[in-house]
């Protein structure tokens, strides 16, 4: 494969950006959601969806592990690419799984697959874009970034979600089918972006460590795991990275599966069509509000100072969900609003949540590594929360009602912590 640097006049920000994170939050998202409703049509248990679905997380945990050992070898931009061309592949065998008597199995594996490669090119993407732009420009299309990584998330939870619903009610398709078109859509993608970014990607600066050998990368890993946990009250902020999203984490994996169940099984009955509308339009767009105005909050009153108030808007909307269990709405329009409240609070929320690693954990002289290393913690959040669910939902009996009772009770330690978090630095960029 020939990725070679592209000419200097093909590399315009609006060029790559947005095609960039486009491609990190579509794979991210079919892994950790779209993965789930699939299996639900096919007709997996809810226990076996939330324990086997919630592994797939193990690669953005782990990926501080091999991100070090990448420098050495290859560009930014070629780790960028051959990941892209290995979802394509991956997702494309998913796809051809799914006919098959062992799909479950066979699929997870190459669901898996998707995760590594997914986990790996979202360290080397934003190390393209951390090591290519300057400051002021980081800046300037921040905003873009995270926009086209929701986008991305949309086009998987919302639009293609939605287009299994049209191709099974509308045209009579087996689930079997219907997932089948879908996902090789998503691998098409992953083939789509990687040809484009061959011709506009750059290769982003080249590592200190480019060139060497493979014991120079294994002793620059080691100081920088060295130096991550001599950081001042490092314990303290990995608790307050680690429970931030531990309520939301038990939404993720249940909250689509409880609008999907029938109501005889006490969820609310809703179709992909109407699942995927609501994650698609109403809670994407109040997930964007809600991000948006986190942002001019933390902006306007600096990070510590708005801390504890973002915490409190992602924590406290799990309340809807717990309402939405209760009162058991048979209206689809009630229902999307109330679950767009909970997104906007996620949005709101996990702004401070990625501010916090960013500026107080991240800063040092690894600051690509150690910002993997805080956002490995966040995903062993999503799945440690994910792997116990299954058996949460088990221990209450199959009841949803009391299952967010208890998302309620998890969403107090976050709080707390929030309270109590460390801020090493002051100012807001983090120095």
Not at 69 to 95: C, H, N
Not at 158 to 166: A, F, H, K, Q, R
Request: contains cysteine.
């Amino acid at each position: 494969m020939n990725t070679a640097p592209a000419p200097a006049a093909a590399r315009h920000p609006l060029s790559w950006v947005p095609s960039l994170y486009l491609a990190m939050g579509l794979p991210n998202v079919m892994v950790g959601v779209v993965a789930a409703i699939l299996y639900k049509n096919l007709g997996v248990s809810n226990e076996d969806i939330a324990l086997y679905t919630s592994q797939m997380y193990l690669p953005w945990v782990l990926k501080p592990l091999w991100a070090p050992l990448l420098e050495p070898f290859r560009t930014k931009r070629w780790w960028v690419i051959s990941m892209q061309f290995l979802m394509m592949a991956s997702l494309g065998m998913v796809a051809f799984c799914l006919p098959l008597d062992g799909f479950f199995q066979a699929s997870l594996a190459f669901f898996w697959i998707t995760g590594f490669a997914s986990a790996t090119q979202d360290t080397v993407a934003d190390g393209v874009f951390m090591t290519t732009m300057p400051l002021h420009e980081q800046a300037r299309y921040s905003g873009l970034q995270g926009m086209c990584w929701n986008l991305g998330a949309v086009i998987a939870s919302g639009l293609l979600v939605s287009l299994t619903g049209v191709l099974h009610t509308q045209m009579g398709l087996s689930w079997v089918h219907c997932w089948m078109i879908v996902v090789l859509g998503a691998a098409s993608a992953m083939g789509a972006f990687g040809l484009w970014h061959l011709r506009v990607l750059p290769a982003g600066a080249p590592s200190a460590l480019q060139g060497q050998d493979f014991a120079t990368a294994l002793t620059a890993m080691r100081e920088s795991w060295r130096t991550f946990f001599q950081k001042p009250q490092i314990w303290m902020m990995l608790a307050v990275v680690f429970f931030y999203r531990f309520g939301e984490g038990f939404i993720e994996k249940f909250g689509p599966l409880f609008l999907l169940d029938p109501r005889s099984a006490g969820g609310l009955g809703l179709d992909n069509a109407s699942l995927g509308a609501i994650n698609g339009t109403v809670g994407t767009l109040s997930f964007i509000a809600g991000a948006f105005l986190g942002g001019f909050l933390a902006a306007r009153r600096t990070l510590p100072r708005s801390f504890f108030l973002l915490a409190l808007a992602l924590n406290l909307p799990h309340l809807t969900y717990f309402f939405l269990s209760q009162a058991m709405p048979e209206n689809t329009l009630l229902i999307g609003a109330v679950v767009s409240l909970e997104k906007f609070g996620f949005g709101m929320g996990s702004v401070g949540h990625m501010l916090y690693m960013m500026q107080q954990i991240a800063p040092g002289p690894f600051r690509m590594a150690h910002y993997a290393m805080a956002t490995g913690v966040m995903a062993l959040t999503r799945w440690s929360t994910g792997t116990v669910s299954g058996w949460v939902y088990n221990a209450v009996e199959h009841n949803y009602a009391s299952f967010f009772v208890l998302v309620l009770l998890f969403s107090i330690p976050p709080i707390v912590l929030a309270w109590l978090a460390p801020f090493p630095h002051r100012d807001a960029d983090g120095r």
